[in-house]
């Protein structure tokens, strides 16, 4: 019987049902005979690659690594590894060169996948990749001398999985450190895509989804699986600028717009421009961090639908989506109060508690540590110890409280505590509501226990210091509070965008 999350069969039966449905990109797709701009195209793309993949010797329980520039042939990749029986593991090409190295070595010797970003990123570790991988192929001309073109083709026998064991591997952001390689079973993966899927069915999906992702997260790869199970139109933008972003909104006028939260932030401005990109979105969607209230009000206001919805899930890759919460324009006027609020689970489906310090759950109102339990719980991160299984509590690494009706409020990293502040997430708010100059400011904890402040401002000109010091006492924190600015484009980013604030003074 077939796995309902078995990405090796899904794009096949997907494409017998609704092959016309459009599976379309904001760039052309590479190395490949023609382009894909259907499901059913997208069922040839995978058909074809688990054709090469099997010309190269590719079999059950080979692992196939990816590391290539964002688009979302990543997941047709991904799909025809699966497909003939492989675990393919997708890294991002923003991780830095020597972390790339590193997730090599704990993959035992894969097969590596690259394009000419791929190339160019692990160019310096040329000599060494033979030794940490069986071979290395570029998805098209021109390759390398250490890279020739995957271009071999032959008939591959299409590989059924079961629900346990690695099916799939990704990795964490890498926010507060190394990425972790977290490796989904077809059961976990399911786990990750089951509440979207529970959540679509209950909404109108006949107009495009658009979804500028980092499309080797587990978002993206659980998203696939609820994209062909539920029949939805999709677009995927791999280009993350503001003007490119606009001409594809406006050229496709999009029913859903997902995106990570800085790309929101940054994309701020694009609804008072006079073509309204975002007037045909009734959905703006993300799941990696609570957006900034300022960002959610220039969403559903530069929005023309007559109700439009910003939907906040929270989650990490090593447990799927495990609350959600819908903001309409009429909750705007107190988003304030309630901005790093995050939902309530999803009904029989996650649960999430708060602890102390003993692990015992503390009552609704206190502070403490965030834990879930989700059935789309990891199956296990590479070269770690085994993960608790589903039924066990998961500890998020953030700090947060119960509030009264049920729903979950973030107040901070667990890394980025700051003893005496009940919340810098909180405080962030304030700062880019009180200055609309800033583009982003991060407030993490210095070594000596004092408050490091990074803005960027939106056209890179320097902070005035005097608004600055007005914005900083409005936001509640002293007026001769210090500040570093940087370019918004120099900041130490993850392959998902969120800043790697371990890293903030170091880059």
């Known amino acids: 019987m077939l796995h309902p999350a078995d990405l090796g069969a899904l794009p096949e039966i997907a494409a017998q049902r609704h092959a016309d449905v459009p599976l379309l990109s904001d760039t052309p797709w590479l190395g490949l005979d023609r382009d894909v701009r259907t499901v059913g195209d997208f069922a040839w793309a995978v058909h074809e690659y688990a054709d090469r993949l099997w010309a190269t010797g590719v079999r059950r329980g080979a692992t196939v690594a990816v590391v290539k520039a964002n688009h979302y042939d990543i997941q047709a990749l991904a799909c025809a590894a699966i497909r003939v029986g492989a675990v393919p593991a997708l890294l991002s090409v923003r991780m830095a060169p020597d972390e790339l190295v590193t997730c090599l070595g704990l993959l035992d010797r894969p097969v590596l996948l690259v394009d000419a970003d791929g190339i160019e990123r692990l160019a310096a570790y040329a000599e060494s990749l033979p030794r940490l ?9 021109p390759g390398a001398g250490w890279a020739p073109t995957l271009d071999a083709s032959g008939h591959h026998e299409p590989i059924p999985w079961s629900g346990d064991g690695p099916m799939i591997i990704t990795h964490s952001s890498g926010t507060t450190g190394a990425p972790k390689l977290v490796a989904q079973s077809a059961d976990s993966l399911y786990g990750h895509a089951a509440p979207q899927i529970a959540v679509a069915r209950q909404l109108d999906t006949t107009g495009i989804a658009a979804k500028c992702l980092s499309f080797v997260h587990a978002r993206t790869a659980s998203g696939l699986v609820a994209m062909l199970t539920v029949t939805m139109p999709f677009l995927a933008l791999s280009n993350t600028a503001p003007e490119d972003v606009a ?29 309204r990109p975002f ?56 988003l304030d109060e309630t901005s790093r609020n995050v939902g309530r689970p999803f009904p029989g489906i996650t649960d999430v508690r708060i602890v102390d310090d003993a692990g015992e759950s503390v009552p609704a109102g206190t502070p403490g540590y965030i834990e879930a339990r989700t059935p789309g719980r990891g199956h296990s991160i590479i070269g770690q110890p085994p993960l608790p299984g589903p039924g066990e509590w998961w500890p998020m690494g953030d700090i947060g409280r119960i509030t009264e009706n049920g729903s979950l409020e973030l ?97």
């Not at 559903?300 to 903001?327: C, F, H, I, K, M």
């Not at 991060?442 to 000596?448: A, E, I, Q, R, S």
């Open 133 to 141: 991988t069986s071979g290395v192929f570029a998805l098209h001309a």
């Open 247 to 275: 001409e594809q909104l406006v050229a496709h006028r999009p029913q859903g717009l997902e995106t990570h939260p800085n790309l929101f932030l940054l994309w701020e401005s694009l609804g008072t421009r006079p073509q």
């Open 279 to 334: 007037a045909s979105v009734e959905r703006f969607l993300t799941s990696f961090d609570a957006v900034h209230p300022r960002t959610v009000r220039a969403l559903l206001n530069g929005s023309d639908q007559p109700n439009p919805v910003y939907l906040q899930a929270y989650g990490q890759t090593e447990t799927g989506p495990v609350t959600l919460r819908a903001v309409h324009r009429a909750d705007l006027d107190t």
């Open 411 to 507: 107040l901070d990293r667990v890394a980025d505590r700051l003893a005496g502040t009940a919340s810098l997430l909180r405080l962030e708010d304030r700062l880019l509501d009180a200055l609309p100059q800033l583009l982003e400011v991060v407030l993490t904890p210095g070594p000596d226990g004092a408050l490091v402040v990074t803005v960027c401002t939106a056209d890179d000109q320097p902070l005035e210091l005097e608004l600055w010091a007005k914005a900083a006492v409005t936001a509640g924190l002293p007026a001769d509070t210090g500040f570093t600015q940087r370019r918004w484009a120099d900041l130490p980013w993850t392959g998902s965008w969120k800043v790697r604030r371990h890293r903030i003074g170091t880059r």
